[in-house]
């Protein structure tokens, strides 16, 4: 199984960008898909990004499309979610998760890191 860690959260101002990082290991990591979701207080998980093992596919949220950008590098075992144009309305605790297939449903990850805390002050 892969073990997550998030890093790379914090307060910024709207309009600003933010890098998250997610730090993995487990020997599986370079064949899985890596997903980003978020979670605001009092709302369900949300979908954001995911990137398939190879980096050649990936798919966005429409609330962030044109606006992040998921990535990854197998050979640093690290996925990232460069966020741009932040809004107020990104405020959550970010969280990468780890599928052995190409899906966006939560219910599909196996492995999840504890997240990290985006702020985005207006």
């Known amino acids: 199984q892969v073990q997550l860690e998030e890093s790379g959260g914090g307060l910024v101002q709207a309009g600003g960008s933010l890098r998250l990082s997610c730090a993995a290991s487990?020997?599986?990591?370079?064949?899985?898909?890596v997903g980003w979701f978020r979670r605001i207080p009092g709302k369900e998980r949300e979908f954001v990004a995911v990137?398939?093992?190879?980096?050649?596919?990936?798919y966005y949220a429409g609330s962030v499309k044109g606006r992040f950008t998921i990535s990854r590098d197998n050979a640093k075992n690290s996925v990232y979610l460069q966020m741009t144009s932040l809004k107020p309305e990104d405020t959550a605790v970010y969280y990468c998760?780890?599928?052995?297939?190409?899906?966006?449903?939560?219910?599909?990850?196996?492995?999840w890191g504890q997240g990290t805390q985006v702020t985005v002050s207006s």
């Open positions: 998760a780890a599928s052995r297939v190409y899906t966006t449903t939560p219910g599909n990850f196996e492995s």
């Open positions: 487990g020997r599986t990591f370079s064949s899985a898909t």
């Open positions: 990137i398939d093992w190879g980096g050649g596919s990936t």
